[in-house]
């Protein structure tokens, strides 16, 4: 059974960006750039939409990119699919003749977590919570109500595992996983 982990980097009001466009290295810490890239690299296959995907082209990594507009195969670890033609229990089928599909990373934007856990596709959070205010940008989910980052999944069946403070300024770092 693969396990499905969200990784995800939000501002204290519960931003996951302020723009479609823009990269969070432009405004994580690098305390949580270095969890970021330690889940990337434990990752068998991450799953994103387009947007997630042309905002950090890696044409190397194993990606299974979220889109209406293109589908198949268009580099040798890169499958374009619309999420509306398939279900969590049919990805394996696609993507194990190039790697097995175990360790699952979930890395966005806000339909890609929408999908994951309306599917039941999401066992497991690692949430960090960054020092700023946005105000006003892409939420972790749409329609979500609450600005808490943590209510935002504690309403959505999730349980705190730990917490960390990461730096002096305030980082935290959550595991939650599905109460
Ligand atoms: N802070 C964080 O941890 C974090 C995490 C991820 C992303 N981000 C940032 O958030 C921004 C991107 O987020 P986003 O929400 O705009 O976009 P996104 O999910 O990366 O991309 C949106 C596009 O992906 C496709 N897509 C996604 N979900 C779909 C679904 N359920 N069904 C069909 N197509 C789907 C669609 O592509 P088509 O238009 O081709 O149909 C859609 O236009 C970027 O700035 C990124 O860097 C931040």
């Given at each position: 059974?693969p396990?499905?982990?969200?990784?995800?980097?939000?501002?204290?009001?519960?931003?996951?960006?302020?723009?479609?466009?823009?990269?969070?290295?432009?405004?994580?810490?690098?305390?949580?750039?270095?969890?970021?890239?330690?889940?990337?690299?434990?990752?068998d296959w991450?799953i994103?939409?387009?947007?997630?995907?042309?905002?950090?082209?890696?044409?190397?990594?194993r990606r299974i990119i979220f889109?209406?507009?293109?589908d198949g195969w268009q580099?040798p670890s890169q499958l374009w699919l619309d999420p509306?033609q398939i279900s969590p229990a049919g990805l394996p089928g696609l993507v194990e003749h190039v790697h097995p599909f175990?360790?699952v990373?979930?890395?966005?934007?806000?339909?890609?977590?929408?999908?994951?856990?309306?599917?039941?596709a999401?066992?497991?959070?690692?949430?960090?919570?960054?020092?700023?205010?946005?105000?006003?940008?892409?939420?972790?989910?749409?329609?979500?109500?609450?600005?808490?980052?943590?209510?935002?999944?504690?309403?959505?069946?999730?349980?705190?595992?730990?917490?960390?403070?990461?730096?002096?300024?305030?980082?935290?770092?959550?595991?939650?996983?599905?109460?």
């Open positions: 059974m396990t499905f982990t969200l990784t995800v980097a939000t501002s204290l009001d519960g931003y996951i960006s302020r723009s479609t466009d823009e990269p969070p290295q432009a405004w994580a810490s690098a305390e949580e750039q270095a969890l970021f890239f330690r889940d990337v690299e434990a990752a991450a994103m939409g387009r947007h997630t995907h042309e905002a950090a082209d890696k044409p190397q990594r889109s209406t507009t293109r580099r509306a175990e360790k990373l979930i890395l966005g934007g806000t339909r890609v977590h929408d999908w994951c856990l309306e599917q039941g999401m066992d497991r959070v690692h949430l960090t919570i960054e020092p700023v205010r946005f105000g006003a940008g892409l939420p972790v989910f749409s329609g979500q109500t609450s600005g808490d980052p943590v209510e935002v999944f504690t309403a959505r069946g999730f349980r705190i595992d730990s917490e960390t403070r990461l730096n002096a300024a305030g980082t935290r770092y959550l595991v939650l996983i599905r109460a």
